[in-house]
């Protein structure tokens, strides 16, 4: 069984089309998977729906004990792409044995429909965490870096090895 830890981010942003926000309603993670004809055994929990600029060290501690605590040892985390490298280095260093923690996300929000990195990044991470050692890893753009070898370029959008 593969648990995701669903804890916000763009993936999961909505779009008001009145005053061009971007807010939080639910998860788009069950959709997802069901228009992707997903048939792995997956279980979602919902941690927390934020932005990963506002994330805090007690949220990262959230995440960090609830894959201490699930009792699978395939873990894929959707989290918002501009502090996810922070996040994964915090669950790097927290003591989460012989388990493979995969974080993912997207650029551009599911709601926007086929122009969303969501589906590839998502399909990409579910492939990722079933065939990784134990670990933590970022897969983005159809690729995998282990936590400390991996940075956003802030200019192109896209994670780059370091």
């Known amino acids: 069984m593969i648990q995701i830890f669903v ?5 999961d942003k909505e ?12 998860s788009n993670l069950p959709k997802m ?8 055994d997956v279980k979602i929990r ?11 060290e007690a949220d990262r501690e959230i995440i960090a004990n609830n894959c201490r605590k ?27 044995r012989d388990k493979t923690i995969v974080l993912t996300g997207a ?24 065939t990784l050692p134990p670990g933590v890893y970022v897969v983005m753009n159809g690729r995998f870096n282990s936590w400390d070898g991996v940075k956003k ?4 959008g896209i994670f780059e090895q370091v």
């Open 70 to 96: 699930v009792d699978t040892n395939q873990i894929l985390i959707t989290h918002g792409t501009d502090t996810m490298v922070d996040t994964a280095e915090y669950l790097a260093n927290a003591d989460i």
């Open 107 to 130: 650029m551009i929000p599911y709601a926007f429909g086929s122009s969303s990195d969501g589906f590839f990044n998502l399909g990409s991470a579910l492939a990722f965490v079933q």
């Open 153 to 156: 370029n802030r200019s192109t």
């Open 15 to 26: 779009y008001n089309y009145v005053t061009g926000n971007l807010f939080f309603r639910d």
């Open 7 to 11: 804890t916000g981010g763009t993936f």
């Open 33 to 40: 998977l069901e228009v992707g004809r997903c048939t792995l």
């Open 46 to 56: 919902t941690l927390m729906m934020v932005d990963s600029l506002e994330l805090t």
